[in-house]
């Protein structure tokens, strides 16, 4: 069996999607995988050495940001419904073209589809029918997340709903960010699902002694990038509150990703490092954070992102066996997987007294702490591991 | 005679938010005295099959808030909500043997109908606040003028805010419409009792004390550490539990920030600050104290859990007509601070069991909240107090016999049999 990777980002080693969809591509035997990849001719991704041999060709995908000039003159909703109407009646031929034409020169029998966004929506079926394969379907997000994020217009939003159920439908299985949001494409479209969420190999993990690094200090880690900044500066503005000291101990936040966290943080309570590779994340998060926070959004207009995705970075927290303290929704899929696995300190309240109260429970607690670092430790070994996700991925495919 | 139980109809604005006091909770012990309890509301929070919201018409609701900025314009209140005369017609009022109105005041009701509606069947109508004995206020504080008709408001912004002053109109409103109305009125302290009495309004009137009940079984003394878990306080802190909303400036929760304020700095780190109803309020002490803050909630299991979790209880309200929160605190066990000139002092016996402090006295709360941190043997021995005056005076059940009495009395005062 080969099957044709359609995806928005190639497998690569410096975006979380292509890390994650480089993973998912070592679990298919060699010789069984071609990518056609649509990509944003914005983004620049590196790709991974190890899967240079795949088969690929990449083309533009057309801009999805709902345009508000059309060759440099403002248009209207409507101007802009019908510039996106365009894109879908006419940009998308070629593309489907190529695609086809690729899949058949590869001799494909399987589909994978990268359902992320209204391009890779619009294209799933037309090459799926054209190759006559199935038709498996990988989402990160769900769609209305994108449309309100892309900025698309409500006309276009309500007919790529309405293709998103046929495609759906359609599915002969899915692979999908988080347990939750399987569970719904399972209740809503009957579809065969598996959670396939980013993993880790199983030497990068770290098992440090379940107790604070040092007698004075309390040392939050955070990486990765600040999807909850509303979050995070509810954690920040509690910081400050307590004059940047819980439980006797001086606060500091030890930061990495690709930009410096946003709020008012004073220099000397803030150890930001920049960018760095997932193993030195896990190594740096182990030997110098006492507990790690994951922020997710509680806005009313984030519920269904809340509810269905799942944040990559637990994984990565996990793996460095530190207390979590999750900081979102009782409702979200985070917190209802972390409660099933009893594996964080779940802070349901958006306010920041709740964080700061958590926090000196996390500080002073011992018993607590050791708890959650271990159940952390549990819950990489249990569902992150590479292994774990091999399997998943061979079970999406029908391998 | 009609065979079966005694039918009442319960109106209120809301199902769940106040339950504890708008006949809501206390329907299945009516039940077992008899009495089939239904409510009417406007704002249907549960799904239980004996409650409906009134007129659920789309539009009716958009149309309410219409007539109610109108009415803020005019400088009126509870007067142009006329759909309220349809609840005549509405199948559960036909076949009610007696109609009891809680919190018709609130801006869904116009009291217009209220005449017309009491005409119709024996009604009985508890008054939550004294709003209707007023011009404009829910609680006139230290004012007054509501017992010579008002105008020339000293206050009118208190809530329900006016524009202009029409208290004196608003007055002479109410005092006829109360006038023509066949309603009996309950009361739930001696201290709205003695409102009452003095009040144009309620000139006439016939009035009964019946104080709440709460369940003593629910809220009774439990296991203190087990509720300190479940929201995170640290286990050796003193914990002093209070109503927050500083928006609501009846309810005091800015002299409680105040009176903290006051508390000595060796106290740092050895405090836990646990209130309901607000956020933000206590964040300024997250430098010296552990905060916990549940914010509004109507999950009984989290306000049983914020009472059990407390040492004791803060309710310095500037103006109180019962105190259910107090109540509920000292059947948990718990002793309370709270604030002379409401009725709190009489409802939590003080100085025997509560302990009173002069109205707005910042620095007198700051010392008798002190005096309860320190001393762990007064604390114990005012929550037993507490919880035997619970027993005695405010169980659930003796409020449900209270009530079957008052309604078969209404029936039979009104003659008209069941």
Known sequence: MKTLLLTDIPPCTNYTAGIVTAQMCRAVPAGQLAVFNVQNPHLTPELCADLAQLPMVTVHKPNEFGVRRWRGLPITTLGQTAVEFRKRMLRLRPIIAQALEFGRAQEVDNLWCVLQGQTMLRLALPVARGLGVPLRLHLWDPLEWWHRAHRVDRLNAWLDRRLFDRVMRAGESCASASWAMTEHFARRYGLRGEPVIAALDTPVQRRPEPVLHRPDTLTIGMAGQFYAEAEWLTLVSALTHAKWRVAGRTVRLLAMGGSPPPGAIPSENLDFRGWQPQAEVVRLLAEEADLLYCGYPFGAEMEQVSRLSFPSKLPTYFAAGRPVLFHGRADSSPATYLARRAAAWIVAQPDAASLHSALLNLAEDEAAFARFARAASAAFEADFTLETQRAAVRRFLGL | ?418
């Open chain 2, 1 to 418: 005679m009609r065979a079966g139980p005694l039918r009442v109809l319960q109106v209120s604005s809301t199902d769940l938010a106040g339950g504890r006091f708008n006949g809501h909770a206390i329907g299945p012990r009516l039940t077992q005295r008899g009495i089939q309890s239904r409510m009417l509301v406007w704002n249907r929070q549960s799904q239980d099959a004996t409650v409906r919201a009134f007129l659920p018409l789309r539009g009716a609701r958009r149309m309410n808030a219409w007539l109610g900025r109108m009415e803020r314009a005019r400088s009126i209140h509870a007067r142009l909500q006329y759909q309220s005369f349809l609840l005549a017609a509405h199948p559960w009022f036909r076949e009610a043997d007696v109609v009891h109105y809680h919190l018709i005041h609130d801006g869904w009701f116009s009291l217009d109908a209220l005449p017309f509606l009491t005409r119709r069947k024996p009604s009985l109508w508890t008054w939550h606040d004294p709003w209707i004995m007023t011009g404009h206020c829910i609680y006139p504080l230290g004012c007054g003028r509501w017992r010579t008709g008002c105008g020339a408001c000293p206050d009118l912004t208190l809530p329900f805010a006016m524009r202009r002053d029409r208290t004196a109109d608003q007055h002479r409103w109410k005092q006829g419409v109360v006038g023509r109305s066949r309603v009996e009125v309950i009361l739930a302290s001696r201290h709205m009792q003695a409102m009452a009495e003095a009040s144009p309004i309620a000139r006439g009137l016939s009035t009964h004390l019946l104080p709440f009940g709460v369940d003593l079984d629910f809220f009774t003394p439990g296991d203190v550490a087990a509720a300190r878990a479940r929201l995170g306080i640290r286990p050796d802190r003193v914990v002093i539990g209070f109503r927050g909303a500083a928006e609501n400036m009846f309810k005091g929760g800015d002299l409680v920030i105040e009176a903290l304020r006051g508390l000595p700095a060796e106290l740092a780190e050895k405090l836990c600050l646990l209130s309901t109803h607000a956020h933000g309020q206590t964040l300024p002490f997250v430098d010296r104290h552990q905060v916990v803050e549940l914010g509004w909630n109507t999950d009984p299991l989290l306000v049983r859990d914020s009472l059990l979790a407390a040492d004791f209880f803060v309710m310095p309200s500037r103006a109180e007509a019962f105190g259910m929160m107090a109540i509920e605190a000292m059947a948990c066990g718990k002793p309370v601070i709270v604030t002379d000139g409401t009725s709190l002092p009489e409802v939590t016996q003080a100085p025997e069991i509560g302990i009173a402090v002069p109205a707005g006295d910042v620095p007198a709360l700051t010392a008798a909240i002190l005096r309860l941190i320190q001393n762990p043997y007064e604390r114990a021995a005012r929550g037993a107090a507490g919880r035997a005056l619970a027993e005695a005076r405010y169980g659930e059940a003796g409020f449900a016999d209270g009530l079957a009495t008052l309604y078969r009395g209404a029936v039979v005062r009104r003659g008209a049999a069941p």
